[in-house]
């Protein structure tokens, strides 16, 4: 068994549709695309274009850098392209299951790139099976082509609509075929799809940092419930459902997303200062300065330091090379490796009340250990402060996330679970509060109940 050292609930894949009104070689615009949402998934990518008469499959395991340089990669020259980066939520992680999936029918070529979980994909995929379907891959998103297949209605946009009435869970797909994108999201809006426009034609993506690194511009997010189409003729809404209510995920704020990003209209890096702010108000402490753990405990650290009126201080410089590092699960394994990528300022600490800002715990075991450092580099006081509520349980709508009983927040009260990381403090931002962050009504927050 392999085990990633980081102890977070793991990202859920990144997806990107691009369709032009003219021909034009598309490496380049998909490659720095799925690149930027390469935080979403490291493990596979891939993507399918098509050149006008037929859509054409490239995919292999590792991240954009290394699978789009590779001697034998092909110049993508056609009108559009769906692109994908894996994190594996569903199925193992292998070249079989990357995506995009390409598959052959009856009224020609479909390819498919999803973001997500499908709650009722074992039922389906139990259904489709004894009806005489076969599987090639051991993913979700399979089930979504192949039920394609199967409610086949004369049109893709009609089939569409029934296919959406079948999936349940939270997902963002991508549908390719040889002259047309579809775009749709779930009825809840749990992950993330937005539009944008570039010279001769749209972009969708999973965040809008894809869509800025090409130089695209922010059209809109796709609605809840939505499905788009997307060819030479323009963007058209082929389905909608009356008065959406987006239950964006709450750990795509907290957490998942790129602080560049703006997901529903939230921008990510000011609803993370936000929540520090919000977390100094709910849990205040008396300390010399504040420290953010990076990546994404920064902008929150920031929110408490700005709050407090406590300087801000970089106690901590991460190793991003190592990001991808995958070691023994021995957990004095686990230790040496975090060590590797998280070193301690020394000078920063050393004899100072230390109050640290992160995103979140999940098993506890990364914050006891740089709980440890800081102590060895000296830190009078620690502080531990956290910008997502309690998690209490796992996330069954597209990522990955351990069993209830290693969820730390699941068993141990606040003050047991302080015991266990060994802090002076510790305190959790609530469930209201985050909301207030999101300034939103609603975001799926399943896993904080
Ligand atoms: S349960 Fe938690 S991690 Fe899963 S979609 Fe909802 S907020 Fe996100």
Same mark, same amino acid.
């Given at each position: 068994?392999?085990?990633?050292?980081?102890?977070?609930?793991? *990202?859920? &894949? @990144? !997806?990107?549709?691009?369709?032009?009104? /003219?021909?034009f070689?598309?490496s380049? #615009?998909?490659?720095? $695309?799925?690149?930027?949402?390469?935080?979403?998934?490291? *493990?596979? &990518? @891939? !993507?399918?274009?098509?050149?006008?008469? /037929?859509l054409?499959?490239?995919k292999? #395991?590792?991240?954009? $850098?290394?699978?789009?340089?590779?001697?034998?990669?092909k *110049?993508?020259? @056609?009108?559009?392209?769906?692109?994908?980066v894996r994190?594996?939520?569903?199925?193992?992680?292998t070249?079989?299951?990357?995506?995009?999936?390409?598959?052959?029918?009856t009224?020609?070529?479909i390819?498919?790139?999803?973001?997500?979980n499908?709650?009722n994909?074992?039922?389906?995929?139990?259904?489709?099976t004894?009806s005489g379907?076969?599987f090639?891959?051991?993913?979700?998103?399979?089930?979504?082509?192949?039920?394609?297949?199967?409610?086949?209605?004369s049109?893709i946009?009609?089939?569409?609509?029934?296919?959406a009435?079948?999936?349940?869970?939270?997902y963002?797909v991508?549908?390719?075929?040889?002259d047309?994108?579809y775009?749709?999201?779930?009825?809840?809006?749990?992950?993330?799809?937005?539009?944008?426009?570039?010279?001769?034609?749209?972009?969708?993506c999973?965040?809008?940092?894809?869509?800025?690194i090409?130089?695209g511009?922010?059209i809109?997010?796709?609605?809840?419930?939505e499905?788009?189409?997307?060819?030479?003729?323009g963007i058209?809404?082929i389905?909608?459902?009356?008065?959406?209510?987006c239950?964006?995920?709450?750990?795509e704020?907290?957490?998942?997303?790129?602080?560049?990003s703006?997901?529903d209209?939230?921008?990510?890096?000011?609803?993370?200062l936000?929540?520090?702010?919000l977390?100094?108000?709910?849990?205040?402490a008396d300390?010399?300065?504040?420290?953010?753990?990076?990546?994404?405990?920064?902008a929150?650290a920031?929110?408490?330091?700005?709050?407090?009126?406590?300087?801000?201080?970089?106690?901590?410089?991460?190793?991003?090379?190592?990001?991808?590092?995958?070691?023994?699960?021995l957990?004095?394994?686990?230790?040496?490796?975090?060590?590797?990528?998280?070193?301690?300022?020394k000078?920063?600490?050393?004899?100072?009340?230390?109050?640290?800002?992160?995103?979140?715990?999940?098993?506890?075991?990364?914050?006891?250990?740089?709980i440890?450092l800081?102590?060895?580099?000296?830190?009078?006081?620690i502080?531990?402060?956290?910008a997502?509520?309690?998690i209490?349980?796992?996330?069954?709508?597209?990522i990955?996330?351990?069993?209830?009983?290693?969820?730390?927040?699941?068993s141990?009260?606040?003050?047991?679970i302080?015991?266990?990381?060994?802090?002076?403090?510790?305190?959790?931002?609530?469930?209201?509060?985050?909301?207030?962050c999101?300034?939103?009504e609603?975001?799926?927050l399943?896993?904080?109940?």
């Open positions: 068994m392999k085990i990633d050292i980081n102890d977070k609930f793991k *990202e859920e &894949c @990144g !997806i990107v549709g691009i369709l032009s009104k /003219k021909k070689n598309l380049s #615009m998909m490659f720095y $695309s799925l690149n930027a949402l390469q935080h979403r998934g490291q *493990e596979s &990518c @891939g !993507i399918t274009y098509s050149d006008g008469e /037929k054409i499959c490239e292999d #395991m590792g991240l954009v $850098s290394e699978v789009f340089s590779k001697d034998n990669h *110049e993508a020259i @056609g009108f559009s392209a769906i692109g994908h994190y594996s939520t569903y199925g193992e992680s070249i079989t299951n990357a995506q995009p999936i390409l598959d052959d029918y009224y020609g070529q390819a498919l790139a999803h973001n997500g499908l709650t994909a074992a039922i389906i995929k139990k259904h489709l004894e379907f076969k090639n891959t051991a993913t979700d998103s399979e089930v979504i082509l192949k039920l394609i297949q199967k409610k086949y209605d049109s946009e009609k089939t569409l609509k029934l296919v009435n079948h999936i349940t869970g939270g963002a991508v549908i390719l075929t040889k047309s994108l775009a749709m999201r779930d009825t809840n809006g749990i992950r993330p799809l937005c539009i944008g426009k570039f010279n001769d034609g749209y972009i969708v999973s965040e809008s940092c894809a869509l800025d090409v130089g511009e922010f809109r997010d796709v609605y809840p419930g499905i788009i189409k997307i060819s030479k003729d058209e809404t389905n909608s459902i009356k008065n959406p209510s239950h964006t995920c709450a750990f704020y907290i957490y998942f997303a790129r602080q560049d703006v997901i209209g939230i921008s990510v890096y000011k609803s993370r936000k929540a520090g702010e977390l100094y108000k709910e849990c205040p300390g010399d300065i504040v420290v953010g753990i990076p990546d994404s405990g920064i929150a920031l929110g408490y330091s700005k709050a407090s009126s406590i300087p801000y201080e970089t106690g901590f410089v991460r190793n991003n090379f190592i990001g991808r590092t995958f070691i023994s699960p957990q004095n394994k686990r230790e040496e490796a975090l060590t590797a990528k998280l070193n301690v300022i000078g920063n600490v050393q004899g100072k009340r230390v109050i640290v800002v992160d995103d979140s715990i999940v098993r506890g075991t990364t914050c006891k250990k740089i440890s800081l102590k060895e580099a000296g830190a009078k006081e502080h531990f402060r956290l997502s509520p309690i209490k349980s796992p996330c069954y709508l597209g990955n996330t351990k069993c209830k009983k290693e969820l730390i927040g699941s141990m009260s606040v003050e047991e302080n015991d266990y990381i060994g802090a002076n403090s510790l305190g959790y931002i609530s469930i209201e509060g985050l909301l207030t999101l300034r939103k609603t975001a799926c399943k896993c904080f109940k």
